[in-house]
């Protein structure tokens, strides 16, 4: 059996290329103990990369490196990657994947830029509008919801709603393992007929469709687990994900300003940090191993800028897992049925 | 000096008619302190009212009873009031204020039938296209930000956005004292030309304006607490602000569940749960004194249907503020002066 390849953009995160390197030494454990065969290919500065392997352990590691002169930052425009960045390791990555040398690519670098130049590189999967790019909310119940789009399209047409549904349902039956997973449109009440003419519309695509759609869900109920995988345009799913990320900031600072009142405040904060960090681990989006960008040509994984090694390393399993799971297939297949049985009612 | 008079709707909140009235009375004690005098109008059903009345001190409170024979519920469709629920307290109450017997409104009962029905009975302000609702969430720096419109208008046409933003900068300044309050636009990107078309013409009409526009402000920023308004259209609104209000619960029920992992588990809880709640004091809406619907031809205040005692007296209070301080006068002047300048660009 061939080796599965994955190409990491080494130079992406915000503790690159320490964290990335060190991510792939953890997952190269785990793979030889699940017997698999995974390559690795590092693509980024040689000199920086060499400079970094010096100091750990990278016997048990199948690794090659690609030379990248560029990097793209995290405030570089995503779609003058294409133009004026094509010798970044961003780009080179998803060239190597476009051209089939590597069976995935992964990055914890510029969201947007990965988006755009792997849309441009790898084409979109035969059927799909739009790829799209979710993530994982922790919930009450404690299995994490995937919301989506939470980016990568502003614009809510009801068509490529449907097709974030479609996909989001796919990735979480084939990869997450979740049985008939449970979908929600994000809306700002319950009954059928509320909302914009979009999320009207988009509500009939969905019932009407074979998913096993719960209807509308309210804001109030993505962090509650009622629902698998819950849609909204890219705009309002932005908004919800960078504000759900601050309030933990919010906690920190308000926690931060209590133990400043004074020397009992502070040492009954000092006595509470423990078991809270304990309780907000799953808070923590190192713990859902990226998000896939959903509807290009190839398997490209995502991760926070400041990812750990830890995340890096899920990153990889589930690179690996997407690839093994073949669900571009489906999801063109999928895409196909919809278009036959809808081509009618589909805007 | 004629007393001001408010209609309190006694039976609007889930605690209906013990909190309202209780309430009440408290805000009388400060209302007295302040020489201020202030007369109530409860509206509910009278006997309901006058038994809750023996065991309460209200010998210091002026006020009257109206009686009014049904309740709007919290599940009653906001329109449906206007039709067939002209005998509740909810309509007799605001139809009070409509023909000027008193000179506010107040209620935690149903807020989108509070909205639709004065909507109609007050009518808008001269030059107001549609009146919104706004909520105010804690923030970083200490200060309270209002976010608004939170549900009351869906749709997000420029004009509508960039009325909010004076309504609401009026507000802030002239109730809350916030001397030249910042205002952003919720978006998904900071640059200019960033979200959806109607975001990018909103920006621009923001931009030529007189107010302390600060530009787009994303999701993570709400919290910070740099701006002390944040417009967007009540799609996004409603789902952020219900979304907000779910992250107390997700981390209520995270303690709760490390609680029962073990003995030490549980301790560790006990003893850090009178820290955390002093802490999260901040994010208690009761503290804000409900909200004011913005827009009527009234002084109309909204509370969460859960309003404690103090969130009606505090209710109360900002009710006779926004009387005192004329803000519709206010806005109605703003809106003409703007309209005046901007009549070729404003959609």
Do not use: W
């Not at 719960?214 to 919800?240: A, K, M, P, W, Y």
């Not at 509807?295 to 991760?303: C, E, L, Q, Y």
């Not at 926070?304 to 990153?315: T, V």
């Amino acid at each position: 059996m061939n080796p599965i390849r994955i190409a990491i953009d080494v130079m992406g995160g915000d503790f690159a290329p320490l964290n990335e390197i060190k991510g792939a030494i953890l997952a190269s454990k785990i793979f030889r103990d699940q017997s698999l065969t995974i390559e690795f290919v590092f693509v980024g500065k040689e000199q920086i990369i060499k400079e970094a392997l010096k100091n750990l352990d990278i016997k048990d590691m199948k690794f090659s490196v690609v030379h990248a002169d560029d990097i793209v930052s995290m405030d570089d425009d995503p779609t003058s990657v294409l133009k004026r960045k094509k010798q970044s390791s961003l780009f080179k990555g998803i060239e190597l994947h476009a051209n089939r040398s590597v069976d995935a690519f992964v990055s914890a670098g510029n969201t947007g830029a990965v988006l755009s130049t792997a849309t441009i590189l790898l084409g979109r999967i035969k059927g799909v509008s739009r790829p799209t790019i979710g993530t994982f909310l922790p919930t009450q119940s404690g299995k994490p919801v995937l919301l989506l789009d939470v980016g990568a399209n502003i614009e809510g047409r009801p068509r490529f709603l449907y097709e974030f549904a479609i996909m989001g349902s796919i990735y979480s039956k084939q990869v997450l393992g979740i049985d008939s997973p449970k979908i929600g449109l994000l809306n700002i009440g319950e009954e059928e007929g509320k909302g914009t003419e979009n999320i009207i519309q988009t509500f009939q695509l969905l019932k009407n469709s074979t998913l096993n759609f719960q209807g509308n869900v309210e804001g109030r109920d993505v962090l509650l687990g009622t629902s698998d995988v819950v849609v909204c345009d890219g705009f309002v799913g932005n908004i919800v994900l960078k504000f759900a990320e601050s309030m933990l900031g919010l906690l920190k600072a308000k926690i931060a300003s209590h133990a400043q009142k004074g020397f009992f405040q502070k040492l009954a904060v000092m006595i509470m940090l423990p078991t809270l960090k304990h309780i907000l681990k799953d808070f923590d989006y190192q713990e859902y191993g990226g998000v896939p960008l959903l509807g290009v040509n190839g398997v490209v994984i995502i991760g926070h800028g400041k990812s750990s090694p830890l995340a890096i390393q899920n990153m990889l399993i589930r690179a690996v897992e997407v690839y093994n799971k073949k669900i571009n297939v489906s999801i063109e297949s999928a895409l196909q049925i919809s278009a036959e049985h809808n081509s009618n009612d589909i805007n």
